[in-house]
């Protein structure tokens, strides 16, 4: 009689944990899917209409200032060939001024290197801004209409590993491109 009472202790025991299965089972069905996904932000913004408008005109605007450096450095070489040249025949006071022209000339394009490289920076670091918030925008909508949980940065996010319907850069890159133009 003792084996028959542990047996359908076991036998309750069972049906209990089955039950309790079985409700716990139904309350994680109810709980809400967990949709998540990744972006290349970098390959959205460099792939992007915008993004290689923006990159085109930085180019064309270092373009032209690389030009008129040229012309300055031109300059300050002729200058020098020409003191070369005339060095034998100039006095010591015209030998020093054309000198001291030429030092005042190279630290002016110095100045204008370092002016050029600084606003070109600062340049690409707004342009580089705007792209991001207005691709950041679009990320939002898209994760909000799509119904996702969670959207990572693929290059600072630190995923290691995502599938590929995980990765919405595609999607992300044909919205951004296609949204209506702000201007």
């Known amino acids: 009689m003792g084996q028959s009472n542990r047996g359908r202790r076991w036998g309750w025991l069972r049906w209990g944990f089955a039950a309790w299965m079985l409700v716990a089972s139904s309350s994680f069905a109810a709980e809400p899917v967990v949709k998540l996904g990744f972006v290349d932000i970098q390959s959205v913004i460099s792939q992007s209409k915008e993004g290689q408008a923006a990159r085109n005109k930085v180019a064309a605007e270092a373009a032209e200032k690389q030009k008129e450096i040229g012309l300055k450095e031109a300059e300050i070489k002729q200058m020098d060939a020409e003191l070369q040249k005339q060095a034998p025949v100039l ?3 015209g030998k020093k001024d054309r000198e001291e022209d ?6 002016d394009l110095k100045r204008l290197t370092e002016d050029f ?3 070109l920076a600062k340049r690409e670091s707004e342009l580089l801004s705007d792209l991001l918030r207005d691709v950041t925008a679009v990320i939002r909508d898209y994760g909000k209409e799509k119904g996702l949980t969670l959207i990572v940065e693929k290059g600072q996010g630190g995923v290691i590993y995502g599938s590929d319907p995980a990765d919405l850069s595609k999607e992300i890159l044909e ?3 296609n949204r209506p133009s702000k201007k």
């Open 117 to 119: 490289n600084r606003d």
């Open 102 to 107: 030429i030092r005042r000339k190279l630290r």
């Open 175 to 177: 919205r951004y491109n």
């Open 91 to 93: 006095s010591d006071a």
